[in-house]
């Protein structure tokens, strides 16, 4: 994400909003100052980007995880370790995609401390929109800027 991004927004400008939909109980459309609900966690990242080389950022904002199980994924009970076949798509403002799987946020499996940032080195991304930080990523691919939707996604069937 570029500081011209963080600086996208003007105060004329509406808070973006993303929105949470899928196989969800409560399915929600989210601002900023929603996000800043949730605690917050930081993370100084540093990531290779194929453009502009090794890039140093610090973000701010709750875990996806968290913010995901509050909107409550449908994972069937009678189904051993469901959750397992569960992925999460990721749609940015610039039309850019990434798609995570639900083990590897989830705190019994991979436990990621992916973060939906609500900052960018220290500015407020109420009017820019929100995005994902992966710190464990060595390049900024999934870096997804201005996130327009999150899908939750347990319906597709299993092959054989």
Known sequence: ????????????????????????????????????????HRAKV??????????????????????????GPVFDPARRKDRLRFLIAVRGGDGLRALLS???IDPDFGGAPVLLSVTFDGTLLDRA???????????GARYISRIKAIRVDGGYTAWT
């Open 1 to 40: 994400m570029s500081q011209s991004l963080a600086a996208a927004g003007t105060a004329a400008s509406p808070a973006a909003e993303l929105v949470l939909d899928g196989d969800l109980d409560r399915p929600a459309q989210l601002t900023v100052p929603d996000l800043l609900a949730w605690t917050q």
């Open 129 to 139: 929109g929100t995005q994902l930080v992966l710190p464990q990523d060595r390049c």
């Open 46 to 71: 540093a990531f290779d980007c194929a453009t502009s080389g090794i890039q140093h950022h610090r973000f701010t904002g709750p875990l996806l995880y968290d913010v995901l199980t509050d909107a």
């Open 102 to 104: 639900w083990a590897e």
